[in-house]
């Protein structure tokens, strides 16, 4: 059965156009998901503007998110009809991933919708809410706790910023949004943010240690800004590194992990085991509802979907871009 999909090639140049598929061109997999929804993550945007090492197996469906519905299945969890998403695992980059209306897959990656969310809230929180949440969950695995004091969260308004400042403002915490862009800090006021700084503050080399002030820090740009607030992080305090947006190497010294004590936390949100991401989830179903969502994202087709990619890795997006495979 022919499917829409978006197609990265790179013979003789690379292009990213809609092309129609077959169901049969499809890799292995005791899944077929009829796609309703995917989204814009950075790394896809990497991918459909070919910046990075993203894509290593050629030609490409890119789409690191996918939900939508079981077409067909020979896996015992699940039966057509059953509601499912999948993150990660490598989708967009080593295999076909989801900006596409099919999608075959591994039964062991993909995990039911979790209510009060359909396809399209899972979707709208995808891959940015997942990673979010495991932020969140490492920082109050630490022991963080909303009386140890503020938590700083770079990159605050993009997807995965959005998202950490939404739930930790839920979980009670006073967050510190940082954020580049003037025109979104009413934004990241509704979504719970205490105080928002301008991100040129932490963007320049700074002092190795520097004064104390956040308790924990979820961390989605890398570079200078992750090592000045590792820098400003409280004794016994904790940072979630999650993102690379401003660059990935980390110009930091081992002053506040010897002096203060404070401990740096890598994310891994690609290859992370079902039981850990099915927690992560549970944490966005109880603190977040699809009205929550409204504002914080927009819908695209297909068609659509490289363009908006330039102007993710611009920094001109604010929240989530949602692709709706079908229009």
């Given amino acids: 059965m022919p499917f829409k999909a978006l197609l990265l090639t790179n013979q003789p140049t690379f292009s990213a156009r809609v092309a129609t598929l077959l169901e049969t061109e499809l890799p292995a ?40 519905v079981v077409e067909t299945s020979t896996h015992a969890r699940f039966r057509p009809g059953d509601v499912l998403m999948v993150q990660g695992w490598g989708l967009g980059e080593t295999r076909w991933g989801g900006l596409a209306q099919r999608v075959r897959l591994p039964g062991e990656w993909l995990l039911p919708v979790p209510a009060p969310f359909g396809a399209f809230e899972a979707a709208a929180l995808g891959t940015a809410g997942y990673t979010a949440a495991l932020c969140v969950q490492a920082l109050l695995g630490h022991g963080l706790r909303p009386t140890d004091g503020p938590v700083l969260v770079s990159g605050a308004s993009g997807g995965v910023g959005s998202l950490a400042v939404l739930l930790l403002a839920r979980n009670g915490f006073a967050v510190t949004a940082l954020s580049g862009k003037t025109t979104a800090w009413t934004y990241l006021e509704t979504l ?6 301008h991100r040129d503050g932490f963007a320049s080399p700074g002092k190795p240690l520097q004064k104390e002030r956040f ?6 740009l890398g570079s200078h800004v ?8 409280c004794r016994g305090g904790a940072v979630a590194a999650c993102g690379l947006a401003m660059d990935m190497d980390l110009p930091a010294s081992v002053a506040p992990f010897i002096l203060r004590g404070i ?11 079902i039981s850990r991401r099915q927690a992560a989830w549970d944490l966005l179903a109880r603190h977040v509802v699809p009205a929550d969502l409204a504002g914080m994202c927009r819908t695209v087709g297909l068609t659509l979907a490289p363009l908006e990619a330039g102007h993710q890795l611009a920094g001109e997006i604010t929240g989530r871009i949602v692709v709706d495979v079908n229009r």
């Fill in 29 to 68: 997999g005791d899944v077929l998901l009829r796609v309703s929804h995917s989204s814009l993550n950075y790394k896809d945007a990497l991918a459909l503007s070919n910046r990075g090492p993203v894509v290593r197996a050629w030609p490409m469906v890119p789409g690191i998110d996918a939900a939508g």
């Fill in 226 to 233: 992750l090592a000045n607030a590792c820098a400003q992080v």
């Fill in 215 to 220: 308790a924990g820090v979820v961390d989605t």
């Fill in 263 to 273: 401990t740096l936390y890598g994310i891994d949100s690609v290859q992370t085991p």
């Fill in 192 to 197: 719970g943010a205490a105080e928002v700084l």
